[in-house]
């Protein structure tokens, strides 16, 4: 039979055996060998397919036979080498859809709309992080069990197309200059995703809040930064969710001291926390005290005391930056 292993399945794949499979589909080997051997610095590959069936769904005795849909794992072995970027329409276990009359799928279809001038930009160009940036949100907000994928290796945001012919363009910011108003950060384990998406979020929005994550979670009207320091830079604060499990993510601290170390830098008052459940005193760094300016404790929003304290942070996520000393 085939070797073992993740497959690409084109259109004229044949599925009357294993062995015509193989033969007729490309594996991921072969896909990987043909990537590596393009000689471009820099290299960006779309997957717009379903992965959860879908095109190529094999059928009756050779479904069993077939998992559908890439691994996380498939992906991170086609990233690698610097410049190197995948995105994917779709998670593994989710159809890639296609909107009642449209000539495209909506991955493609919001693909083209940013490259042909959706994306804004104030140097003229239309860079890898930005398209991500728009695309996700939109693709979610109409099929919110589609999730696009963005996995890479690189060293910069680089560049993949002229805005509108080399034009600048207007980025929605702020009054102060910023793209959003907030970047939260906060432990992906449970029970705290759960909380931040399901409880605060919402919250943040309700109040016309410009709110962006670094997650793949991906939610209606929340934008779904790629990278960490670019998302907290656009963001006039960082909004640290603290907890116990926050304090065992090693990604969780390093955004907490990246959003204390701008707001030094700048000598703005940049890192916001909320407690959302007790920590020990003992395990928290003096920038996490719960005593240090811009803390609030949100550990229960059902309680008066708690709306008030959810009141005081979407006042001063609102507010204008000021000086830390």
Known sequence: GPAAGEYLLPVDTVYSSDEALAQTAISGAEFTQALRAIPARKVLVAFDCCHSGGIGQPKDALAPAIKAGFSESYYDQLKSGKGRVILASSRDDEYSWVLPGASNSLFTQQLVEGLRGGIASEDGLIRIFDLFEYIQPRITAAKKNQHPIFKGELEENFPVALYVGGKKGVVPKTEDGYKYDVYVSYSEQEPDATWVWEKLLPELQTAGLQVAISD????????????????????????????????????????????????????????????????????LPARLSPNMIGTVNLSDLTSRRGRMQLDKLISALKSPLGKLF
Request: hydrophobic fraction near 45%; avoid cysteine; charged fraction near 25%.
């Open 216 to 283: 793949d979670v991906g939610e209606l009207g929340v934008a779904r930064v790629v990278n960490v320091e670019r998302g907290m830079k656009q963001a006039r604060r960082t909004l640290a969710v603290i907890s116990p499990v926050f304090m065992d993510n090693n990604m969780a601290q390093f955004e907490s001291v990246l959003g204390q170390t701008m707001g030094v830098e700048e000598n703005r008052t940049r890192l916001l926390t909320a407690f959302i459940a007790d920590v020990d005193s003992g395990a």
